[in-house]
């Protein structure tokens, strides 16, 4: 059929090197998708011994390529069904000799070994990709496909001498995710800081640790002050926890409710929060004094030609309400960098909070 299958395709790339982007993947187990991965070899390459891909080219097909992998990363073990397809142009001789394959004529699947066997062998090769699209599917009990095998399946399309094949692939989100054993390579979070707040002229020290679902945090002031603070997870999004501190020889203690919603392009932060006195500690009377509640929203960015630092805006507004005073509207602002190392980061931040201005400096690993 006069079809021959001449050079190397990664020769073909070299070119593209300079407008290459790494993209590492949070949640996203690359392998689980490798029949997707084999589809777009063309554009997008897998770094070895990783959970990383090198993108390559800045154009509108590269776009199509990433917005797609973000939103695998970003939705990786949600219930969610996607169903994938890209077009992928071929030359007439390469249409005919699957037709011969598959032992009939006309636009249809493939079904046949040797066709589906051929062609997934030298896709790079023999296929020139045109676009990548995907949507979710909104009754997941009308699937008809094996979510846990990801298969592709391959459609001929003819139309006006131009020869195509069309892919589609559906899986569902909630089997994407990293294996356990590997997100949970250690289970212990410590972060060192130390904070200048402005308003009180106070240096502020901090250690901080993170066990599984538990979180403390100790705070001095290098003085006679200082502040424990502890919260715990009820499930994914939400935590309950307490803070204790000393005032003027009061003893402060807070309880809180905070809540994260991961939406498309940012996050939303509420912190629900009720502060109380103890005066006597022989009494076991707790004052409460006041109720205050903050929303912030979280954006953050990946900055850098890797895009491996972080940087973080948190702009809100909070409500208090107290015994003494009327219920007051006040403005929240934060940011953070966040600058990684080979096992940790370094994290520069800045907080307007209740009208003080607070800004750290930290070490997490």
Known sequence: HNLYLVGDFDLIIQGSVQNATEINFKSLEITKISNILMLLNQKVRKVPNSNSIILFGKDELSSEILDFFNFLDDNAGKNKVITYSSSHKISKNLYDYLICLEKNYGDSPLKSKDAIGFLESNFSLLTDL???????????????????????????????????VLVTSTFNLENLTVEEKTKNVSNLKTNLGVSYQFDSNEIISSISLQFNKSYFKISSNFNNNFKFTYKTTLNDRVRIGAILKNKEDL???????????????????????????????????????????????????????????????????????????????????????????????????????????????????
């Open 130 to 164: 045109e676009k990548v699209e995907f949507y979710e599917v909104l009754d997941i009990n009308e699937a008809d496909v094996n979510f846990k095998e990801n298969i592709n399946n391959y459609y001929l399309i003819k139309k006006d001498e131009e020869y195509r």
């Open 251 to 365: 003893i402060n203690v807070s309880f809180l409710l905070d809540d994260y919603e991961n939406f498309n392009n940012f996050g939303l932060y509420g912190i629900l929060q009720v502060n109380s006195q103890i005066e006597d500690l022989n009494s076991i009377l707790v004052d409460i004094n006041e109720l205050s509640y903050d929303l912030m929203a979280a954006k953050i960015y990946s900055i850098g030609e890797k895009q491996t630092s972080e940087f973080s805006l948190y702009p809100g507004f909070g409500l208090s309400i107290s015994k003494e005073d009327q219920a007051s509207i006040y403005l929240n602002f934060g940011s953070q960098y966040a600058f990684p190392f080979q096992k940790s980061k370094v994290l520069l931040s800045y907080l307007f909070h209740k009208h003080l201005h607070t800004i750290s400096l930290s070490a997490e690993f």
